[in-house]
Nanobody
Framework: QVQLVESGGGSVQAGGSLRLSCAAS?????MGWFRQAPGKEREGVAL????????YYADSVMGRFTISRDNVQNTAYLQMNGLKPEDTAMYYC????????????????????WGQGTQVTVSS
């Protein structure tokens, strides 16, 4: 079993920055964030492969968001810069023991463990 505890999030103006954290208990093969806006499907944002440090991003956040991980603390971070109103959503930390890669960004069903979610609101 993997438990995920999220922190961070909040409200900022467009162009601002926020940092999300996700502390994990237990082994996982892949960790990252998905987001879901009202009336929309949950979508992958960024993933990180713990062992090699490889990272994967959705096209919509490439160059603005950075995912990183502290393997000692077993915690992942999502630094979000240049935030836009369209980034407004509930952000969920996710982890699995199956694998990691670009394909997994579009596979919500491949993630067995989820955090409680944290709201990110960006005003124009």
């Amino acid at each position: 079993q993997v438990q995920l505890v999220e922190s961070g999030g909040g409200s900022v103006q467009a162009g601002g920055s926020l940092r999300l954290s996700c502390a994990a208990s237990g082994y996982n093969a892949c960790m990252g964030w998905f987001r879901q806006a009202p009336g929309k499907e949950r979508e992958g944002v960024a993933l990180i492969y713990p062992r090699g440090g490889s990272t994967y991003y959705a096209d919509s956040v490439m160059g603005r968001f950075t995912i990183s991980r502290d393997n000692v603390q077993n915690t992942a971070y999502l630094q979000m810069n240049g935030l836009k109103p369209e980034d407004t959503a509930m952000y969920y930390c996710a982890a699995n023991r199956r694998g990691c890669g670009t394909w997994y960004l579009s596979s919500v069903a491949s993630f067995d463990y989820w955090g409680q979610g944290t709201q990110v609101t960006v005003s124009s």
